[in-house]
């Protein structure tokens, strides 16, 4: 069955660059979320797109931005790269309608700042 | 205000052994949901079960099985004769019905399971 992909896998960039992550939800699927795992740490909820929309927003750093196209695609644009802002980065993807699937994460994109 | 605790932040035991995991939520809503997942070493997020909080039965899959005891706000975990591949850091995560669909993360559990 196909699951959420992310891309890339790591990234490595140094401060003050920018970074684009890319997650691709499950077929069907109308709702991304993304959350940041800093090491250590338990995922923080970033932000969640339903039909294209922001549906919810929690602790994105104003230097973050994340958009829903219309192959329900999602990008998370991140900008002037802090040392702090190295993480595992998940995307999920579930149904609105809240199915019994719940959500599906993919793999996470692994980002190293130096 | 919506919380985790998973008051066990590392677990070390022999294969075979029986390991129960903690986790105590806070929410003020009626209706919610409780998951685990599963983080091993490689790093993705491994979903094990969902409860909803109007479902209380007790769930058994194979090894694991999980006891929600609402009046005492907790989603315990349980592996029955561990395995070397238990090993990873294990999530409770709760989902309330009106903060939208996000998930709370408790801060994990890591278990470790020595041959």
């Known amino acids: 069955a196909a699951g959420v992909i992310q891309s890339p896998r790591h990234l490595i960039k140094e401060k003050r660059e920018t970074a684009t992550l890319k997650c691709y939800p499950i077929p069907r699927h109308d709702t991304v979320y993304w959350y940041q795992q800093g090491p250590g740490q338990d995922p923080q909820f970033l932000i969640s797109f339903y039909e294209k929309m922001q549906s919810d927003k929690g602790s994105i750093p104003d230097r973050f931005s994340a958009q829903q196209f219309s192959d329900y695609h999602s990008e998370l644009n991140m900008s002037s790269l802090e040392l702090g802002d190295s993480a595992l980065y998940f995307c999920?993807?579930?149904?609105?309608?809240?199915?019994?699937?719940?959500?599906?994460f993919g793999s996470g994109t692994r980002l190293t700042v130096v | 205000a919506q919380k985790v605790t998973q008051a066990q932040t590392e677990i070390s035991v022999v294969e075979k052994e029986d390991v129960t995991l903690d986790c105590v939520y806070e929410t003020r809503d009626t209706t919610y949901y409780l998951f685990w997942y599963k983080q091993p070493p490689s790093g993705e997020l491994v979903f094990l079960i969902r409860?909803?909080?109007?479902?209380?039965q007790n769930e058994i899959s194979g090894r694991y099985s999980w006891n929600f005891q609402k009046s005492t706000s907790s989603f315990n975990f349980t592996i029955t004769a561990s395995q070397v591949v238990d090993s990873a850091v294990y999530f409770c995560?709760?989902?309330?019905?009106?903060?939208?669909?996000?998930?709370?993360f408790g801060e994990g559990t890591q278990l470790t399971v020595n041959p």
């Open positions: 995560a709760l989902r309330e019905e009106t903060s939208g669909s996000r998930l709370t």
């Open positions: 999920a993807s579930s149904l609105e309608a809240w199915t019994k699937e719940g959500y599906t």
């Open positions: 409860r909803n909080s109007f479902d209380e």
